[in-house]
């Protein structure tokens, strides 16, 4: 992370790595290491594999309306979602959830999350729809766009 946001490159084949902002990157190893010469790590992983932000924040977003309405934290609609989504298992005598936290999923299980939970939601909590963060974004470009419109007119 550069200035707390990721700093993003690309990797071809036969591992030449190419850096959006390479001068930055640079000056932000140098920070680190600074003139001990520390050891610095940098992390590599697969973009189609890893989940992204707007998962996680429109998955957050989505299922808000259906805690507050049932009156359940985030976080207890959270755990029921995931139990249902990847299932429980016994371990000593105990009923403990396959996928305990957000976290852990890859970018392929938190679609899944999205997707079922909206199934979900309106089999478990009597028909509540949830707007799927997809569509939340479109509503609110049409939105954006119209009012846009009405400010040119006026």
């Known amino acids: 992370m550069i200035n707390d946001k990721p700093h993003w490159g690309f990797a071809h ?3 030449k ?7 930055p990157f640079k000056s932000w190893i140098a920070k680190i290491a600074g ?3 520390a050891e610095v790590g940098v992390f590599v992983f697969d973009k189609a594999w890893f989940k992204t932000s707007e998962q996680q924040r429109g998955f957050h977003a989505m299922i808000h309306p259906l805690a507050r309405e049932q009156g359940w934290t985030v976080s207890a609609l959270k755990q029921y979602l995931l139990g249902e ?3 429980w298992v016994k371990f000593k005598g105990q009923r403990v959830l396959v996928e305990p936290s957000t976290q852990a999923l890859n970018k392929r299980q938190y679609s ?3 997707e079922r939970s909206l199934d979900i939601a309106v089999t478990d909590f009597d028909g509540f729809q949830l707007e799927a963060p997809s569509e939340w974004t479109a509503r609110k ?3 954006r766009r119209l009012a846009l419109k009405r400010a040119k007119v006026a």
């Open 112 to 114: 899944e999350l999205i």
């Open 35 to 37: 003139t001990s010469g």
């Open 85 to 87: 989504v990847f299932g």
């Open 17 to 23: 790595l190419t850096l959006d902002f390479p001068t």
């Open 141 to 143: 470009d049409k939105e």
């Open 13 to 15: 084949v036969g591992g």
